[in-house]
């Protein structure tokens, strides 16, 4: 709504001035065609040409201008606008053209991109973009006196896909525009210098665009100095990073508003403009009001409402860096949380794999120690039983148990059933370990011996079945038992000072064990019989 305020108010103060203004221009035939494209197809929108090229249209509209305006325009709409704005410049004295959106360099040629454009691919050059020295010809055929104004060197990632269609000719594909020689009678501006790039803009318009909107319409100011101010605005509004840039051989100074016929119009025009300004807060218009009227009653208070407007948005991007800041760190945390995860998830696995390698090392163990002793039986070898691995030799079935009950306490171990000794006694810590990792896992396997179908059932599970069940004096931490950290206690001071020494027993108190004097020293009774230990 504001916005909307503020281009009346502009029109309104334009329409004010061509009233006042000496008619120098009613006999002038001006026709202007204005493209705004922001709403592309195939990459990010763009935020401010659509309301760039209504701004801009507004203002010529009120300049006395014929204007076409069109905005996001595909390939063959484009093709369209560009054939009516040629057959409106029969007979006309002023032909202005202004574009806002994509634009790239391929070759020294400078294409503007359409809002379809794909760019996959060589050919799009030829069928998909506009190259803009066919409206800079077809001005310069019907008209004498042309203005092109492009602001379309904002940074194009549909670039990027042309440069990895053309491969090694994508060397070819230039920075920003390329620079352009205006024939006579022609001015071409551009938002920033060839072979740069041109900012967006953070507000309503792009820094460039803006500019020219609080410049057009100052009375008395010929196109050269009007494009001076807005220079420097630019400067001003990007730290020097875009310099507006543009080449001239116009015959002739060109005024949009010829100067005020008298002073009534400085005071009529200002008070619209202030109104306009204040109502709306556009920072525009406001600083419109201030550099055209530096004596006007309003003038402080407009110069103070610029000042509030900067910190206000000054302060609206701090907040909006803070909260970026705060999304990388959340994102950053979550990341890194995944991260872990993995880690932990990998470690697991790896470990269950070990343990598949080691009961599968095992089960070949007790394989080929049978095999062995089958064959010693049946050679009556039994001297050969050296030969059989260590610990396996003395009782296949309890070697055998062993090491299945080792296999299955590790296995247990691992998915937190099991907190005793990996020592191969199937014990009854073990068996209701086995137990409970049934009944928690929910499958079929009996606790009360080992078997392979319990270690393979074991050995299946990824992840944590069990809560951790850690030993007498351990914790749990991180899904492992830990020793538990024993309690700092302090002396108190109160069983320090009550605390009494156990009396000494004097000697002469103990008698020799009736047993003999060889036995341990007693305390005396008194009986007959005792001997009393000497001093």
Request: hydrophobic share 40%.
């Amino acid at each position: 709504m504001s916005s909307h305020r503020a281009i009346c108010g502009l029109a309104s103060f334009a329409l004010l001035a061509a009233t006042y203004a000496p008619d120098l221009h009613a006999s002038e035939k001006r026709v202007a065609l204005v493209i705004g494209n922001s709403a592309y197809q195939h990459t990010a929108t763009l935020s401010n040409p659509t309301n760039d090229a209504k701004d801009i249209a507004t203002a010529l509209r009120e300049l006395k201008f014929d204007v076409i305006e069109a905005l996001n325009l595909d390939k063959a709409a484009m093709d369209r606008t560009i054939r009516q704005f040629a057959r409106s410049l029969t007979g006309t004295d002023v032909g202005l053209f202004f574009y806002a959106g994509h634009g790239l360099q391929v070759s020294g040629q400078n294409y503007l991109v359409p809002t379809d454009a794909k760019l996959e691919d060589a050919s799009g050059l030829d069928f998909e973009l506009l190259r803009m020295d066919l409206v800079h010809r077809t001005m310069e055929r019907e008209v004498k006196t042309n203005l092109l104004f492009i602001d379309a060197c904002r940074d194009n990632p549909l670039s990027r896909n042309l440069a990895r269609a053309m491969g090694t000719r994508s060397a070819e594909i230039g920075r920003g525009l390329a620079v352009v020689e205006s024939g006579v009678g022609t001015l071409i501006a551009f938002s920033t210098q060839p072979g740069n790039v041109a900012l967006d803009g953070e507000g309503r318009n792009s820094p460039f665009a803006g500019a020219l909107v609080r410049r057009i319409a100052k009375p008395g100011e010929d196109l050269s100095t009007i494009l001076i101010a807005v220079r420097n605005d630019v400067m001003a509004a990007t730290r020097n990073r875009q310099v507006p840039w543009e080449h001239s051989a116009l015959r002739a100074r060109f005024f949009f508003i010829d100067a005020p016929a008298s002073g009534y119009l400085d005071r009529e025009a200002a008070q619209v403009l202030w109104t306009t300004a204040r109502d709306t807060r556009s920072p525009a218009l406001l600083q419109a009001y201030v550099d055209r009227y530096p004596k006007a009653e309003h003038h402080a208070a407009a110069a103070a409402m610029i000042e509030q407007i900067k910190k206000e948005q000054s302060a609206r991007a701090e907040l909006a860096k803070r909260e970026a800041e705060l999304r990388q760190a959340e994102e950053g945390r979550i990341q890194a949380e995944l991260k872990k995860a993995k880690e932990m998830s990998l470690a697991a696995e790896a470990q269950r794999l070990a343990a598949i390698r080691a009961a599968d090392e095992a089960r070949e163990a007790l394989k080929a120690a049978r095999a062995e002793q089958e064959k010693l039986a049946k050679e009556g070898q039994q001297t050969k039983l050296a030969a059989v691995p260590a610990g396996l030799v003395t009782d296949a079935p309890e070697n055998r148990m062993s090491l299945l009950a080792r296999s299955l306490q590790g296995e247990l171990k691992r998915v937190g059933c099991y907190a005793g000794a990996v020592d191969g006694r199937w014990d009854a810590q073990t068996k209701q370990a086995l137990r409970d990792f049934a009944r928690i896992a929910k499958v079929a396997v009996s606790g009360d011996d080992p078997t392979e179908q319990a270690l393979e059932a074991v050995i299946g599970q990824k992840n944590r079945v069990c809560a951790a069940k850690c030993a007498p004096g351990e914790t749990e931490k991180d899904g492992k038992c830990v020793a538990r950290a024993k309690p700092k206690t302090q002396p108190r001071d109160s069983q320090v000072g009550s605390a009494k020494a156990e009396p000494e027993r004097s000697s002469s108190s103990l008698c020799w064990n009736p047993i003999g004097a060889a036995g341990p020293m007693v305390p005396c009774t008194g009986r007959p019989g005792e001997t009393r230990a000497s001093k």
